[in-house]
């Protein structure tokens, strides 16, 4: 059997974690577009804050991991994996722009007998009828006689500490019963958590979209509910700390639901489900609700505002994170934007800070600058939104930002109730 040598299309936070993981047992070349996410790299510094930096820096001494941005050097692997971003257009529609360009550079340097697994989110049956052809006409190989594919969906946890990538069972699929064995050989090789064989691409490929939208789906569930116990004046984290004493009662909180997965998985498999005439109602009606939650946000504490006879126009208020989620540099697709932008309609002056985000990213994502320091804002704030609830924010004193009177949102009920007006 030919010694496997792998190759990784996409050096993000799915992408780099495996590189790094896999170099510790094999010769790895981590190929990214980004010149300057390789030039990092190899200088030891990783942005997403995904891998150990010892790790990084061993395979790199060790020569066990080779990081390049030239085409040219995927020439010598024999296994390939891609893990670019698929992202939604502003139609809410998948973009596989930066899966099929993936596709046509791996094709490139396909050879007869190598192997090109997809780990990027897709609708069903995407691997084969889209990406196979792309993979066929740039190497003029046969599919399934020439060269092979799988689908390993991803499931990392942007900022999760303890459920790294070797620590999460992986769904693992392929084209043919032989080379679905040999997919799963290689990833058994490094995940400690163990893998799940699919008996189809197809069935691997769902399986990864549901994962997301059934989370979606429960979410929007509680975040009714907050709506709804909004009107009532009761508090819905009491009444979901009450109900969780329940056996089987899941634990789902509300919230901005954004990010690279559970924001987006959902809307593949609805295009899909409408391509084939079917429209999917559960699923776009709990993406409509979750996406609608930021706006609530600035509607209610705009409501308070007024209650408080706290002038809206030109007021300022503070929203405390535009990372999707706590304790995470990642902003891809944060709904903290939607609190931002709503704002701004209504004129009131918007100071965003999170010590998480880099400045640069926020102004090339959402063209807004963040502020770097609180340390020259006191007294200054009529309102503040707390949307994400990274750590340090449990330790700041929000009074001394805070004019009187004020608002004060806890969007994730980070503080203790007494110490915010409004909660979801």
Known sequence: MKETKIAIIGLGYVGLPLAVEFAKKYKVIGFDIDNFRIDDLNKGKDYTLEVDENSLNDVLFNKTLYLTSNIEDLGDANFYIITVPTPI?????PDLKPLFSASETVGNVLKKGDVVVYESTVYPGATEEECVPILESASNLVFNTDFYVGYSPERINPGDKEKTVTKILKVTSGSTPEIANKIDEVYASIIDAGTHKAPSIKVAEAAKVIENAQRDINIAFVNELSKIFRLMDIDTNEVLEAAGTKWNFLPFKPGLVGGH???VDPYYLAQKAISLGYNPEI???GRRLNDSMGKFVVIETIKMMVKKEIAVNNANVLVLG????ENCPDIRNSRAIDIVTEL????????????WATVAAVKHEYDID?????ND?????????????????KEINLEQYLDNPHVIFDVKAMLPKEKSHIRL
């Not at 535009?322 to 989620?325: Q, Y």
């Not at 963040?370 to 609180?374: A, D, N, P, Q």
């Open 261 to 263: 997965c559970i924001g």
């Open 377 to 393: 804002v006191k007294n200054r704030y009529q309102a503040v939104i707390i949307a994400v609830a990274h750590d340090e924010f």
């Open 89 to 93: 257009d502003e139609q809410k529609k």
């Open 344 to 355: 701004e309609s209504y004129d009131v002056n918007v100071d965003v800070y999170d010590p």
């Open 370 to 374: 963040l502020i770097s320091s609180l």
């Open 283 to 285: 699923i776009l009606s």
């Open 322 to 325: 535009i990372a999707f989620k």
